[in-house]
Nanobody, 119 residues
Framework: QGQLVESGGGLVQPGGSLRLSCAAAGIQFSIYTMGWYRQAPGKERELVASITPVSSTNYLDSVKGRFTLSRNNAENTVYLQMSSLKPEDTAVYYC?????????????WGQGTQVTVSS
């Protein structure tokens, strides 16, 4: 059974930076598309960024140029570097692993980590 463990959230002032990490266990990490979602109070969960097995990335428009997603297949870990943080980035951030084949699909979620951007 796959497991994702997030770390790196916290409180940061506007304009500051944080790096979120997501360590995977129990899955063949290198073949999964990895992503970070976020959910703010009263809002729906949204995809912030994703990275394919060949490291092709996709970003939410509002974070382009500020967030960078990367993966280390040797460490089974994905990193979300967040810079120039804004109060509207405040949310619970969730790591996601997704695999889809013609025969089946698999999806795993982490427990979430709180990011609060406030002065």
């Amino acid at each position: 059974q796959g497991q994702l463990v997030e770390s790196g959230g916290g409180l940061v002032q506007p304009g500051g930076s944080l790096r979120l990490s997501c360590a995977a266990a129990g899955i063949q990490f290198s073949i999964y598309t990895m992503g970070w979602y976020r959910q703010a109070p009263g809002k729906e969960r949204e995809l912030v960024a994703s990275i394919t097995p060949v490291s092709s990335t996709n970003y939410l428009d509002s974070v382009k140029g500020r967030f960078t997603l990367s993966r280390n297949n040797a460490e089974n870990t994905v990193y979300l570097q967040m810079s120039s943080l804004k109060p509207e980035d405040t949310a619970v951030y969730y790591c996601n692993a997704y695999l889809s084949t013609p025969a089946f699909h698999r999806q795993y979620w982490g427990q979430g980590t709180q990011v609060t951007v406030s002065s």
